[in-house]
């Protein structure tokens, strides 16, 4: 008989559609026939080594493909994650022109706020401006009017100096 303590247990063969571990399979210490005339091969829970060694195989080469695989997604993730990067980095760059765009659609807001300042300072003074031309063309107009009195009482004096004039040289 078998002593339970030389009885290990191992995984079964690895299903072909899952790839998972389907059952327990004990494996004797011993030799397989345990000295009992060899037996017979009716209890699926015992494997030879031959067996084991071809299951450990399969189990190896499908963790090998299922690795590939892995790979392969990874290179494929790295692809993508270096599209990406080279998209954030064009847009980064998108976005610096932008800002300078920005920066000098300020300046130049700024100029033309400040040219409408002085635009408005000037228009502000438009009725100061035209108060004054009209009070300097009323004083000319005054000056005008007290030049034309002079000429006109001067010319007066003068006539009536003449008159008199001839009137004392018709006198005498």
Request: glycine share 6%; hydrophobic share 35%.
């Amino acid at each position: 008989m078998m002593d339970n303590n030389n009885v290990l247990q191992m995984p079964s063969a690895v299903s072909q559609d899952a790839g998972t571990l389907s059952e327990n399979v004990s494996i004797s210490k011993t030799r397989y026939n345990n000295g009992d005339g060899g037996g017979t091969m009716k209890d699926d829970r015992y494997v030879t080594h031959a067996e084991l060694e071809l299951n450990t195989e399969k189990v190896l080469h499908h963790m090998d493909n299922k690795f590939g695989k892995v790979d392969a997604k990874l290179v494929g993730l790295d692809k993508r994650l270096t599209n990406v990067d080279e998209r954030l980095a064009s847009i980064d760059k998108h976005l610096t022109n932008v800002d300078k765009q920005f920066v000098e659609t300020e300046q130049h807001l700024s100029k033309v706020d400040n040219r409408l300042d002085l635009l408005g300072q000037k228009i502000d003074q438009i009725p100061t401006t035209i108060e004054n031309s009209i009070l300097r063309e009323r004083e000319f107009q005054r000056q005008q009017h007290t030049e034309t009195i002079r000429y006109i009482f001067g010319t007066i004096v003068i006539g009536l100096i003449s008159i008199a004039v001839a009137i004392i040289s018709l006198m005498l």
